[in-house]
T-cell receptor, first 114, second 111 residues
Framework: ETGVTQSPTHLIKTRGQQVTLRCSSQSGHNTVSWYQQALGQGPQFIFQYYREEENGRGNFPPRFSGLQFPNYSSELNVNALELDDSALYLC?????????????FGQGTRLTVV | RKEVEQDPGPFNVPEGATVAFNCTYSNSASQSFFWYRQDCRKEPKLLMSVYSSGNEDGRFTAQLNRASQYISLLIRDSKLSDSATYLCVVNGWAAGNKLTFGGGTRVLVKP
């Protein structure tokens, strides 16, 4: 167990709806990153939060947004859901020991858009 | 061109055999390298970091070739439990811990 927990584990939404996914980082970790993993592909970086500020973003449209709270937990929000948003969404937390440290992944939220 | 490329496989490996596979990365400024293992419908888990001098962890050996920009993973004495997808991961982001994943190499170890 990594200590990173995500909720919900599974979710089904209709195209056009909005969704919020949640992540509790491992104790002591102040950096949270979100990844999208489509079936048969590797995870793709969405964005990262460090001390409640967005600290970098991948090639995802603005309808993907996030938050980080003072306790370092985080949310990923996706508006105007599209069928292609169906994927496993992974949250990873990292300790505050600088760059190039191991990322610890949660079990993921499997989102299906119909 | 993808930033990190891997042979998707599958590599069908007899139990007890050795298997090796590579990944290539395009960003020469990449700073750190990892192999993650992902079981079906589970989250990725760190298998090992990859150091410039090469490193070994039990039956697993990782190598880094910065000049040719590739990373390799070798598994000796394969076990049935080694069946998984192996993700090559590169961290090239100086300001943080953004990981760039390859598409994964699927390994199937058979009796």
């Amino acid at each position: 167990e990594t200590g990173v927990t995500q909720s919900p584990t599974h979710l089904i939404k209709t195209r056009g709806q909005q969704v919020t996914l949640r992540c509790s980082s491992q104790s002591g970790h102040n950096t949270v990153s979100w990844y999208q993993q489509a079936l048969g592909q590797g995870p793709q970086f969405i964005f990262q939060y460090y001390r409640e500020e967005e600290n970098g973003r991948g090639n995802f449209p603005p309808r993907f947004s996030g938050l980080q709270f003072p306790n370092y937990s985080s949310e990923l929000n996706v508006n105007a859901l599209e069928l292609d948003d169906s994927a496993l969404y992974l949250c990873a937390s990292s300790p505050p020991t600088g760059k190039n440290t191991e990322a610890f992944f949660g079990q993921g939220t499997r989102l299906t858009v119909v | 061109r993808k930033e990190v490329e891997q042979d998707p496989g599958p590599f069908n490996v007899p139990e007890g055999a050795t298997v090796a596979f590579n990944c290539t990365y395009s960003n020469s400024a990449s700073q750190s390298f990892f192999w993650y293992r992902q079981d079906c419908r589970k989250e990725p888990k760190l298998l090992m970091s990859v150091y410039s001098s090469g490193n070994e962890d039990g039956r697993f050996t990782a190598q880094l070739n910065r000049a040719s920009q590739y990373i390799s993973l070798l598994i000796r004495d394969s076990k049935l439990s080694d069946s998984a997808t192996y993700l090559c991961v590169v961290n090239g982001w100086a300001a943080g811990n953004k990981l760039t994943f390859g598409g994964g190499t699927r390994v199937l170890v058979k009796p």
